[in-house]
């Protein structure tokens, strides 16, 4: 199709910039740590596994950008607030961060959820952003003084979630938080907005699809662009959000669905 992204041209978008992306070692965070680079910022990435942490950092650094990694697990405070002080002793300061990382349980209806899974993409997913966001506002008020947060929420929370009941239960908190930041953090400069993807070609959907086959298929169905995205797509819009470009957008959480939402 002639409107997907080819160019791999920058603008400068985030020049200047000293930016964190959790889970950042594939899928749309390795997207975002490409692109972000490739507009001028300086990025830290943060995820479980180092042997992606590391792969994308060296990809990043062949093209010309500046990255470096650390290995964190959200569910866990201290390796959380590590990430963001190890950014900030990496660079000297933290303007951005994109709250990307998160994880995902076997679908299947409400009371098939194991009682361990909740508990897990409970810390994953609403508390490890949680934690994230409060170290990153900290961080950011104590050295870049303003800046930018993006949560990655998903379209899937934003109606009733059946096949994935708890994950978007937690994605629905997560715009919550969102905006409860954007109201107390606003006076001060800090902006916080979410980004909500459709269907994205990651290992994420890929399993998703494996446990129900044919699903993508049945997504792009529905989807007006009749596609998934490619996890490059949802990284411009972060990006964007999180530039100066976007100065005036706050609290809001933005659909990035191929229109499925619509
Ligand atoms: N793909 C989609 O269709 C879709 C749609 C809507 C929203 N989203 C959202 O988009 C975001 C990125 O997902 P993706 O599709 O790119 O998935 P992915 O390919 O599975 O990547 C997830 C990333 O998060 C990291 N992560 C998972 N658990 C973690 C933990 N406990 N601590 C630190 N990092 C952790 C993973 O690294 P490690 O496993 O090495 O830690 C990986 O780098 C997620 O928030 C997801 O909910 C995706």
Known sequence: MDNEPTA???TGLLAGKVALITGA????????????????????????????LKSVTQEVRAAGGTADYVVCDLADADSVRAAVDRTVNRYGRLDIAFNNAATTIPPG???QVREADFDHVHAVNLKGTWLAMAAEV???????????IVNNSSVGSLRGNPELP???????????LTESAAITYGPEGIRVNAV??????TEMIRAWNDATPGIVEHLNALTPLRRAA???EIAEAAAWLLSDRASYVTGTVLRVDGGVGA
């Open 8 to 10: 791999n041209t920058s």
């Open 25 to 52: 070692g594939r899928g749309i965070g390795a997207a975002a740590a490409r692109l972000f680079a490739r507009e001028g910022a300086r990025v830290l990435l943060a995820a479980r596994t180092e042997d992606q």
């Open 109 to 111: 209806p409400l009371d």
């Open 138 to 148: 900290a961080a950011i008020r104590a050295t870049a003084g303003t800046g930018a």
């Open 166 to 176: 708890v994950y978007g239960a937690m994605k629905r908190a997560v715009n919550s």
């Open 196 to 201: 909500a993807p459709g269907t994205t070609l």
């Open 230 to 232: 490619d996890p490059a």
